[in-house]
């Protein structure tokens, strides 16, 4: 079984980025976020409305940096500035070397590279320095965007789920994307 360690958390940057571990003063910024309907629209999670949902947000994911289980790096155009996305790997599964990406950004910042390249590194660090053998992304079959994302960055489609999501009183379906780590 793959040994994971998450702790500290590691600091990634790109030519234009810098990815940081949350910290509870990041709650009004991730509240902006997860509460803009832009950028939940395709999430398929109900927006958040409080500041303390946000620092609940952070809470679960110390916690997750804790068992190994999962990190989310929030996204900064420089290093000491606000976040203005995230990204990470989450439901670790180290027996199988396998993890899902989970990601978002400010709609301001849409189209402009900057989620393929944060995509980029996190698949880097994810498959050289945590050792995962493969990524997947759960999308919204409707988000098109993502999925562009997704197949421009190397991941392939592997599965369709028809309403397999029950949210909002309706069910959804999914699309299922991966991605190898490179031989």
Not at 82 to 87: F, L, S
Not at 99 to 128: K, T
């Amino acid at each position: 079984m793959l040994t994971i360690n998450l702790s500290p958390v590691a600091e990634l940057r790109t030519s234009r980025l810098s990815l940081r571990r949350l910290l509870p003063s990041d709650a009004p910024a991730l509240l902006r976020l997860r509460s803009d309907e832009r950028v939940m629209r395709y999430f398929d999670r109900e927006p958040m409305t409080t500041e303390e949902q946000a620092l609940e947000l952070i809470r679960s994911t110390d916690e997750l940096i804790a068992k190994n289980q999962g990190v989310m790096w929030g996204i900064c155009l420089r290093p000491g500035t606000e976040i203005v996305g995230t990204i990470g790997p989450w439901n670790i599964t180290a027996e199988h070397h396998r993890a899902e990406l989970g990601y978002l950004l400010h709609p301001d910042l849409w189209g402009q590279g900057l989620m393929g390249e944060a995509l980029d590194e996190v698949c880097r660090y994810a498959f050289e320095h945590l050792g995962m053998h493969s990524l997947e992304a759960n999308v919204n079959p409707h988000n098109a965007a993502s999925r562009r994302l997704l197949e421009k960055h190397g991941f392939v489609q592997e599965a369709y789920f028809r309403e397999n999501f029950y949210h909002n009183g309706q069910f959804l379906d999914s699309v299922i994307y991966s991605r190898l780590a490179p031989r």
